[in-house]
């Protein structure tokens, strides 16, 4: 089982040591942790040093732009390629706020996927609220990735899908009000289908009251599984080949 997008930043958990060590015993083989800013961008290149099934992501998430220069970029091109580092995300665009500066957000999103192109690493892209303008923009690049969260219709995943990109399942599944997302599971293959936590959020029904870990990521299985009425070692099987396929892991055995 691999959690392909997760936040396991010091701020929010009190031992990150335990915290590992609770993953592993759920049986997680790895987890990617996303960057948003600087500052978890930073923590991502010490968490991947320091634990053995933690794989990283660096970005800029769309919210997170008010201090982003053009020389964060050159950082980032500077790092894509530490070891460890598998993928350029979060990134991508978010339009739920109303002063949302929108071409902003598009500029920057743009320049991370020249830089993504630039050296052939797969993404993890964040769309709220602004899907069509997410795939119109990956649609004029030719990248590999991960739709994180998706919770888009059965149409949309279908052309995310044939332009390259994997469907990120994650806790939402779970959730009473899921009938979007349940559909979109019925009807697409477990071959286009990622699992993530977005840890420490949207924690899996029936644990919503506490806080979101990978230690969970069983409970998001069990829920595809019984939505595509399969057993459980399928969708760990066909998920885990997909993320270890997408992002280049190598996970021991």
């Known amino acids: 089982m691999i959690d392909t997008h997760c936040h396991l930043y010091n701020e929010y958990y009190d031992n990150l040591d335990l915290l590992i060590d609770k993953i592993k015993a759920a049986g997680i083989s790895a987890v990617i942790v996303n960057g948003c800013d600087m500052k978890s961008n930073l923590e991502v290149l010490e968490l991947v040093r320091k634990y053995d099934i933690v794989y990283g992501a660096i970005g800029f998430q769309p919210t997170e732009l008010n201090d982003v220069t053009d020389s964060d970029l050159e950082w980032l091109k500077l790092h894509i390629n530490d070891d460890k580092i598998i993928a350029l995300g979060e990134i991508g665009l978010d ?86 997302i349940i559909k979109v599971i019925e009807e697409i293959d477990l071959e286009y289908i990622l699992l993530e936590t977005d840890s420490p959020y949207l924690t ?43 992002f280049d892991i190598k996970l021991k055995i």
């Open 95 to 180: 339009y739920h706020y109303e002063d949302t500066d929108k071409e902003k957000q598009i500029y920057f999103f743009k320049k991370q996927l020249d830089i993504a192109s630039m050296y052939n690493k797969p993404i993890i892209v964040h769309t709220r609220d602004s899907i069509q303008d997410t795939f119109d923009i990956l649609n004029t690049y030719k990248l590999r990735g991960s739709i994180h969260c998706y919770t888009g219709s059965v149409e949309m995943a279908r052309k995310f899908i044939n332009i390259g990109f994997y469907l990120g399942i994650g806790g939402v599944v779970t959730f009473k009000n899921a009938k979007n």
């Open 204 to 246: 899996p029904e029936p644990y919503r009251k506490y806080k979101n870990d990978s230690s969970y990521l069983p409970l998001i299985i069990d829920k595809i599984a019984n939505i595509k009425k399969t057993n459980n070692s399928i969708v760990k099987s066909i998920t885990t080949s997909n993320a270890t396929s997408l």
